[in-house]
Protein backbone atom coordinates (compact mmCIF):
# COMPACT_ATOMS: atom_id res chain seq x y z
CA UNK A 1 0.00 0.00 0.00
CA UNK A 2 1.36 3.21 -0.70
CA UNK A 3 0.87 6.56 1.30
CA UNK A 4 0.18 9.82 0.04
CA UNK A 5 3.14 12.10 2.15
CA UNK A 6 0.85 15.28 1.86
CA UNK A 7 -1.83 13.54 4.64
CA UNK A 8 0.75 11.90 6.25
CA UNK A 9 2.88 14.69 7.26
CA UNK A 10 -0.11 16.68 8.24
CA UNK A 11 -1.25 14.02 10.51
CA UNK A 12 2.59 14.29 11.95
CA UNK A 13 2.40 18.24 12.51
CA UNK A 14 -0.62 17.45 14.61
CA UNK A 15 -0.71 14.67 16.51
CA UNK A 16 0.17 12.18 18.55
CA UNK A 17 2.81 13.31 18.27
CA UNK A 18 2.03 15.57 18.57
CA UNK A 19 4.70 18.17 18.24
CA UNK A 20 4.96 21.13 15.72
CA UNK A 21 6.73 24.19 16.70
CA UNK A 22 8.96 27.36 15.73
CA UNK A 23 12.84 27.37 16.59
CA UNK A 24 13.67 30.14 18.77
CA UNK A 25 16.27 30.24 22.07
CA UNK A 26 15.40 28.69 25.49
CA UNK A 27 16.15 32.31 27.05
CA UNK A 28 13.45 33.54 24.82
CA UNK A 29 10.80 30.28 25.78
CA UNK A 30 11.75 28.97 29.44
CA UNK A 31 11.06 30.99 32.38
CA UNK A 32 13.38 28.39 34.49
CA UNK A 33 16.49 26.28 33.88
CA UNK A 34 16.66 22.38 34.77
CA UNK A 35 18.23 19.49 32.82
CA UNK A 36 16.48 16.41 31.89
CA UNK A 37 17.95 12.93 32.07
CA UNK A 38 16.65 10.96 28.94
CA UNK A 39 17.00 8.01 30.97
CA UNK A 40 14.43 8.95 33.71
CA UNK A 41 12.36 10.62 30.88
CA UNK A 42 11.79 7.27 28.86
CA UNK A 43 8.95 4.55 29.51
CA UNK A 44 5.25 4.67 29.00
CA UNK A 45 3.43 8.58 29.32
CA UNK A 46 -0.33 8.90 29.66
CA UNK A 47 -1.79 12.11 27.21
CA UNK A 48 -3.60 12.94 30.24
CA UNK A 49 -5.01 16.54 28.85
CA UNK A 50 -3.95 18.58 25.92
CA UNK A 51 -5.36 21.65 24.47
CA UNK A 52 -8.04 20.75 21.54
CA UNK A 53 -6.01 20.45 17.84
CA UNK A 54 -7.56 19.66 14.53
CA UNK A 55 -5.26 15.93 14.24
CA UNK A 56 -6.98 13.96 17.37
CA UNK A 57 -10.33 15.83 18.06
CA UNK A 58 -11.28 15.90 14.69
CA UNK A 59 -12.97 12.51 13.57
CA UNK A 60 -12.12 9.88 10.55
CA UNK A 61 -13.65 6.92 8.45
CA UNK A 62 -12.37 3.36 8.90
CA UNK A 63 -14.68 0.30 7.40
CA UNK A 64 -17.19 2.61 7.01
CA UNK A 65 -17.96 3.95 10.52
CA UNK A 66 -16.90 7.18 11.61
CA UNK A 67 -14.73 7.53 14.27
CA UNK A 68 -14.56 10.58 16.89
CA UNK A 69 -11.78 12.04 18.65
CA UNK A 70 -8.67 10.88 19.99
CA UNK A 71 -8.80 8.80 23.73
CA UNK A 72 -6.41 7.36 26.31
CA UNK A 73 -3.69 8.77 24.22
CA UNK A 74 -0.18 7.20 25.40
CA UNK A 75 3.61 8.00 24.44
CA UNK A 76 5.75 5.50 24.75
CA UNK A 77 9.86 6.49 24.55
CA UNK A 78 12.86 4.36 24.47
CA UNK A 79 16.39 5.78 24.74
CA UNK A 80 18.16 4.24 21.29
CA UNK A 81 21.65 6.48 21.99
CA UNK A 82 22.86 9.06 24.73
CA UNK A 83 20.95 11.93 22.41
CA UNK A 84 17.88 10.04 20.62
CA UNK A 85 14.54 8.83 21.73
CA UNK A 86 11.99 5.98 19.41
CA UNK A 87 9.05 7.38 20.32
CA UNK A 88 5.80 4.81 19.41
CA UNK A 89 2.58 7.25 19.81
CA UNK A 90 -0.63 5.24 20.34
CA UNK A 91 -4.64 6.63 20.25
CA UNK A 92 -8.25 5.32 20.59
CA UNK A 93 -10.97 6.51 19.01
CA UNK A 94 -14.96 5.58 19.24
CA UNK A 95 -17.81 4.93 16.70
CA UNK A 96 -21.54 5.66 17.60
CA UNK A 97 -22.15 1.91 18.07
CA UNK A 98 -18.99 1.83 20.57
CA UNK A 99 -16.82 0.11 18.10
CA UNK A 100 -12.96 1.08 19.84
CA UNK A 101 -9.94 1.12 16.66
CA UNK A 102 -6.27 2.01 17.55
CA UNK A 103 -3.75 4.55 15.53
CA UNK A 104 -0.01 4.53 16.24
CA UNK A 105 3.08 5.92 14.59
CA UNK A 106 6.64 5.99 15.68
CA UNK A 107 9.27 8.38 15.30
CA UNK A 108 12.76 9.39 16.38
CA UNK A 109 13.04 12.34 18.59
CA UNK A 110 16.92 13.79 18.73
CA UNK A 111 18.21 16.27 21.76
CA UNK A 112 19.46 19.58 20.91
CA UNK A 113 20.51 21.10 23.36
CA UNK A 114 22.90 18.72 25.65
CA UNK A 115 22.93 18.84 28.60
CA UNK A 116 20.18 20.31 29.41
CA UNK A 117 17.75 18.09 26.72
CA UNK A 118 14.46 20.07 27.22
CA UNK A 119 14.83 20.90 23.50
CA UNK A 120 14.38 17.73 21.02
CA UNK A 121 13.65 17.60 17.15
CA UNK A 122 10.96 14.67 16.17
CA UNK A 123 10.43 13.17 12.87
CA UNK A 124 7.87 10.54 12.25
CA UNK A 125 7.01 7.33 10.14
CA UNK A 126 9.96 5.34 8.21
CA UNK A 127 12.91 6.02 7.00
CA UNK A 128 12.05 8.14 3.97
CA UNK A 129 9.44 10.17 5.76
CA UNK A 130 11.98 11.10 8.87
CA UNK A 131 14.42 12.05 6.04
CA UNK A 132 12.04 14.32 4.14
CA UNK A 133 10.93 16.13 7.66
CA UNK A 134 14.73 16.66 8.76
CA UNK A 135 15.79 17.62 5.51
CA UNK A 136 12.71 19.60 4.46
CA UNK A 137 10.39 20.96 7.60
CA UNK A 138 11.49 23.22 10.41
CA UNK A 139 15.29 22.38 10.31
CA UNK A 140 15.67 19.21 11.19
CA UNK A 141 12.21 17.95 12.21
CA UNK A 142 9.62 19.43 14.50
CA UNK A 143 10.47 20.87 17.81
CA UNK A 144 9.41 19.19 21.31
CA UNK A 145 9.89 21.46 24.08
CA UNK A 146 9.67 20.40 28.04
CA UNK A 147 8.35 23.49 29.94
CA UNK A 148 7.72 21.43 33.21
CA UNK A 149 9.30 18.49 34.87
CA UNK A 150 8.02 16.28 37.84
CA UNK A 151 10.17 14.75 40.67
CA UNK A 152 11.24 11.63 39.96
CA UNK A 153 8.92 8.22 41.54
CA UNK A 154 9.82 5.43 42.80
CA UNK A 155 10.51 3.89 39.79
CA UNK A 156 13.57 6.07 38.75
CA UNK A 157 11.63 7.80 36.13
CA UNK A 158 9.97 11.60 35.92
CA UNK A 159 6.31 11.71 37.66
CA UNK A 160 5.20 14.27 34.87
CA UNK A 161 5.38 16.24 32.16
CA UNK A 162 4.55 19.43 30.22
CA UNK A 163 5.37 19.95 26.52
CA UNK A 164 4.31 22.86 24.05
CA UNK A 165 6.01 25.13 21.91
CA UNK A 166 7.66 28.91 20.90
CA UNK A 167 4.25 30.54 20.61
CA UNK A 168 2.40 28.87 23.64
CA UNK A 169 -0.89 28.42 22.12
CA UNK A 170 -1.08 24.30 22.93
CA UNK A 171 -0.18 22.46 25.59
CA UNK A 172 0.37 18.27 26.22
CA UNK A 173 0.46 17.06 29.78
CA UNK A 174 1.81 13.85 30.47
CA UNK A 175 1.38 11.50 33.29
CA UNK A 176 2.86 8.33 34.41
CA UNK A 177 -0.28 7.15 35.53
CA UNK A 178 -3.79 7.11 33.41
CA UNK A 179 -5.48 8.89 35.98
CA UNK A 180 -4.37 11.89 38.25
CA UNK A 181 -5.21 13.48 42.23
CA UNK A 182 -6.32 17.13 42.34
CA UNK A 183 -3.67 17.79 43.84
CA UNK A 184 -1.56 16.90 41.16
CA UNK A 185 -3.43 18.40 38.85
CA UNK A 186 -3.12 21.47 40.61
CA UNK A 187 0.89 21.60 40.76
CA UNK A 188 0.96 20.66 36.69
CA UNK A 189 -1.65 23.80 36.18
CA UNK A 190 0.58 25.91 38.43
CA UNK A 191 3.56 25.19 36.80
CA UNK A 192 2.23 25.49 33.29
CA UNK A 193 -0.09 28.92 33.96
CA UNK A 194 3.56 29.60 35.28
CA UNK A 195 5.32 29.39 32.05
CA UNK A 196 2.50 31.21 30.23
CA UNK A 197 0.61 28.61 28.62
CA UNK A 198 -2.98 28.17 28.01
CA UNK A 199 -4.18 26.04 30.83
CA UNK A 200 -8.13 27.47 30.32
CA UNK A 201 -8.09 25.74 27.33
CA UNK A 202 -6.89 22.09 28.44
CA UNK A 203 -9.37 19.11 27.84
CA UNK A 204 -8.80 15.94 29.79
CA UNK A 205 -9.43 12.73 27.16
CA UNK A 206 -8.65 9.42 29.94
CA UNK A 207 -11.41 7.55 29.69
CA UNK A 208 -12.27 4.21 31.68
CA UNK A 209 -13.34 1.59 29.16
Known amino acids: ??????????????GAALFTFVTASLAEVFTDTFEVDLEQ?????????????????????????????????????????????????????????????????TGIALAQNDPQNRKLKIAFGGGVARFIQRAFVSSGGFDYWIFCLGPVNGDGLYDWAVVSGEDKEFIFVLTREQFISDDLKQEILACSAQQGLPVEKLIYTQEKL
Do not use: H
Open 1 to 14: MRLSLKPFLAFLVG
Open 41 to 105: YAGLWYDTARTPNRFQDNTITKDGKEFGACLNSTANYTVSSPSSIDVLNRCLRRAADGTLTEETI
